[in-house]
């Protein structure tokens, strides 16, 4: 759970400073902003940022599922070999 809120908070405050940095070129150069293409620009460019700034918590995340994946899948093979048992020896 702790990656997930790592990596979640991390691309918002990544947003947040694309959005601030986007804002703050194109405020001073036309006066004034479309804020939907602000905000467009923003998550683009915040999106291509993630991708390269945010591999390490990425991978940290991915293997966090992975391995919960992994547990719960044994968990139900387990359960099934215990109802296959329990159903040759009826």
Same mark, same amino acid.
């Given at each position: 759970? $702790?990656?997930?809120? /790592?990596?979640?908070?991390? *691309? ?9 940095? /986007? ?8 006066? @004034? ?13 915040? +999106?291509? +940022? ?5 591999? +390490?918590? *990425? @991978? ?7 391995? *919960? ?5 044994? *968990? ?5 070999? $215990? ?8």
């Amino acid at each position: 759970m $702790k990656e997930f809120v /790592v990596y979640t908070g991390l *691309r918002i405050l990544l947003f947040v400073a694309a959005l601030g940095i /986007v804002l703050g070129i194109w405020v001073p150069l036309a006066g @004034e902003a479309n804020l939907l293409w602000a905000f467009v620009i923003a998550l683009v460019v915040s +999106g291509v +940022g993630s991708y390269f700034l945010l591999n +390490g918590p *990425r @991978e940290a995340l991915a293997q966090r599922v992975d391995a *919960r994946a992994r547990a719960a899948t044994s *968990r139900f093979e387990e359960m099934r070999a $215990k109802e296959d048992r329990e159903e040759e020896g009826a």
